[in-house]
């Protein structure tokens, strides 16, 4: 008999910013290793995550969809309190939010800025603060932040994307040398390149897209996700804390 208990509750994962693309397929990857996945979007796009989790369910995976605001702090608490309560403990939180605009530092407004750091640092450092609330006390726990080009240099046009991500790294490995000592895991993703989705696709022709995906020159979504299963099932004897993710003919 396995020593296992007879209704050991569910191994969880949340992922904070989910949808169609880079979240979604993290989702659906960690759903295929075993997990109970909850996902999270703003709440009016509730049926976007409900469709997601439908299709998690679907191909035989259990997944639940919560609507919360991750910049308003009283939402992330009673969003991790129900989770834990309700569906089971938290084996792994990805933070997956964007929050990408171009804008000149002339053209850039305060509301954009502020809006910027809110979604793409201040929701960021909730969600990990509140991922360690819930994992500390169990000694074990993978806390995965996404970042990007951005978190490393700042380009022309991302005076308040570049400075958000770049704080959202500075956040994540303060947690690492945190938390690692405690048993959880940190590590930030730097997500280098264009990738199939909307955007891409919005702004490129159908046959130059294929071209690339054939090609392997765009990240791929699902690729992007199995470097995070691969994360999380590291041996703490050799955890990656940095991690960057680019397509082979990427210019770096």
């Known amino acids: 008999m396995s020593g296992e208990p007879l209704h050991a509750a569910p191994k969880v994962c949340l992922v904070i910013g989910a949808g169609d693309g880079v979240g979604g397929a993290i989702a659906k990857a960690f759903a295929a290793e075993g997990l109970t996945v ?3 979007r703003r ?18 995976g259990k997944a639940h969809a919560f609507g919360v605001d991750a910049r308003d702090e009283a939402e992330m608490i009673a969003l991790f309190d129900k989770v834990e309560a309700e569906v089971g403990p938290l084996e792994v939180v990805v933070f997956n939010i964007g929050a990408n605009v171009r804008f000149t530092v002339l053209e850039t407004t305060t509301r954009v800025f502020q809006k910027v750091w809110e979604m793409a640092c201040f929701a960021g450092f909730l969600s990990i603060r509140e991922a360690a609330r819930v994992m500390t006390p169990r000694g074990r726990g993978t806390i995965l932040v996404t970042g990007a080009t951005a978190s490393m240099r700042g380009g022309k046009m991302y005076s308040a994307f570049a400075s958000a991500k770049a704080a959202l790294r500075s956040v994540a490995q303060t947690a690492g040398r945190e938390l690692g000592p405690a048993g959880i895991h940190v590590a930030h ?14 702004n490129n022709s159908p046959d130059a897209v294929a071209a690339k995906l054939a090609g392997d020159e765009i990240l791929k979504p699902e690729d992007i996700a ?12 050799a955890w990656t804390h940095e991690l960057d993710l680019r397509p082979w003919k990427e210019t770096w």
Do not use: M, P
């Open 226 to 237: 199995a470097n995070y299963v691969w994360l999380h099932n590291q041996k703490r004897s």
């Open 43 to 60: 709440a009016r796009n509730l049926d976007q995550l409900e469709a997601l989790a439908a299709d998690i369910r679907n191909s035989g």
């Open 38 to 40: 909850c996902v999270t």
């Open 189 to 202: 993703i730097v997500v280098d390149g264009a990738i199939d989705g909307v955007f891409t696709r919005t």
